[in-house]
């Protein structure tokens, strides 16, 4: 690894604003659309179920091919990777709010995505090379792991504020100074780092992103066409295909984006799986909340910003205190504190009707939410890395984070078919989306519940004990 540049320690504040605004734009970019989804509904004419791929043609591009970005950095260098990233992200951008129709908007969005997964990897690994390791390093990747919390928190009340007072377009269209100037700053002030041969696995990059995609878009094809249409599944065929080749290919691939070996440990197995599950509820949550606010409430753009605070404040302070709460109760059972807080909160929003007041209908579950999910995340983070080799680390952090936004994608889908079949059309137009709302609220309901059992089953368990110590697989 190459050394940072002579003079490179007076210029670290620099070196670290852009990695972090750099990061906070990707952070933006999927909660700033949240609170602007009707107005790009009803700018663009996107159906009901459509809506949904505002946020997934973004999430399966990024999560997709989040792992060969992080294979492009190590072969190619990370700054190298880090402005072309930025490029293409801010490129994007720009289309994006320049979007005339549906498909336009679409398209442009999951060219962001594939910006996002080329820039995100090298952010940290620039981190490490930067700051040196010890208080320096912790202090740069604790601000770091902060950004993604408030640039949550901001995203939804920015996206708001745009969205009500100027437009949605605004929010993409300030990524574009704000994009070329952390280019320049970026090619005078970071340092490349060095380059390791390698392959890309292209194979598995593509068949895995186009098969989930074929999935998620037969999955909500179904909510308009039903489950027996060809096209429906035509595409849910060769989703299940692409993926089944995906395995085969990683299997026999010199050096796979993703290593199989990652998941023949049941805790961490079970870690993926829950945090996919998690997150397809918790996206689901601000997608449709936002509507219940904004189409049965009343609420404007930006007062639906405001109204999500209660959950992302407390899912601050909860994140916060992760480090104390963790040795005190151990991972496991924080985990599983956190995702009942989370589970309870999402049962009671599930109840919202066209009569709910925002107080102690919305609100209230809000708090159980995000204090909830401030508390689980990071232990589910724990669980998906723990007792890895060190050859795997990077792969395996990869993958939580595939897990993370290709679960998003995946969860959305299925909640936006019972959205699709809930509600009786005799409902006024109020009552009947307060209903559906409800409905599919409810179902991210069931999947939380689900995730509790399954880490009840997978992760909270007694670890068998060997001479005295736990046994490390």
Known sequence: MKTPHPG??????????????????????????????PKIRDG????????????????????????????????????????????????????????????????????QGTGAALLAPSTLALLSINFREGPERTRAVGYYGAIAGLGASI??????????????????????PIGLTLMLGAKRYLVETE???????????????????????????????????????????????????????????????????????????????????FLGAMVGFFFFTTQFLQGVLGYSAFQAGLAFLPAMLVNFVAAMAVPKLTQRFGNGRLLAGGLTLVLIGMAWLGRVSAETSY?????????????????????LTVAGIEGVAAEDAGAASGVVNVAHQLGGSLGLSMLVVVFSAAGSGTLGTRELLAQRIASALT???????????????????????????????
């Not at 995203?155 to 574009?176: E, M, P, Y």
């Not at 989930?212 to 179904?222: C, E, F, H, P, T």
């Not at 107080?359 to 232990?379: E, F, R």
């Not at 992760?459 to 004990?465: A, D, E, G, S």
Request: charged share 10%; hydrophobic share 55%.
């Open 8 to 37: 490179a320690g007076s210029s670290r504040a620099p070196v670290l604003a852009i990695i972090l605004i750099s990061y906070l734009m990707i952070v933006l970019d999927i909660s700033i659309v949240i609170t602007g989804l």
């Open 44 to 111: 663009l004419h996107f159906s009901a179920t459509g809506l949904s791929w505002v946020q997934s043609a973004y999430t399966l591009a990024f999560g997709g091919l989040l792992l060969l970005g992080a294979r492009a950095g190590d072969i190619l260098g990370r700054r190298r990777m880090f402005i072309t990233g930025l490029a293409v992200f801010t490129a994007a951008s720009l289309a994006v709010g320049l979007a005339q129709s549906a498909a336009w908007l679409l398209c442009a969005r999951a060219v």
């Open 155 to 176: 995203g939804l009340v920015l996206g708001g504020v745009l969205a009500d007072w100027l437009s949605w377009r605004v929010g993409f269209f300030i990524n574009l």
């Open 195 to 277: 380059r390791h041969t390698g392959q890309f696995d292209l194979a598995g990059a593509l068949s895995s992103t186009l098969g989930m995609s074929a999935l998620v878009y037969g999955i909500v094809r179904s909510a308009s066409a039903g489950w027996r249409d060809p096209f429906t599944a035509a595409a849910l065929t060769v989703g299940i295909v692409l993926l089944a080749l995906f395995v085969l290919i990683e299997a026999r691939a010199r050096q796979p984006i993703m290593p199989l070996r990652l998941f023949a440990n049941r805790e961490r197995a079970g870690a993926y799986a829950v945090r996919m599950l």
């Open 359 to 379: 107080l102690t209908g919305v609100a209230l579950p809000m708090a159980l939410i995000g204090i909830g999910q401030g508390g689980s995340l990071s232990p």
């Open 443 to 473: 179902a991210g309901a069931g999947m939380l519940a689900l995730v509790l059992l399954l880490v009840f089953a997978l992760i909270v368990r007694p670890r068998p004990v060997c001479s005295g110590q736990y046994q490390v697989r």
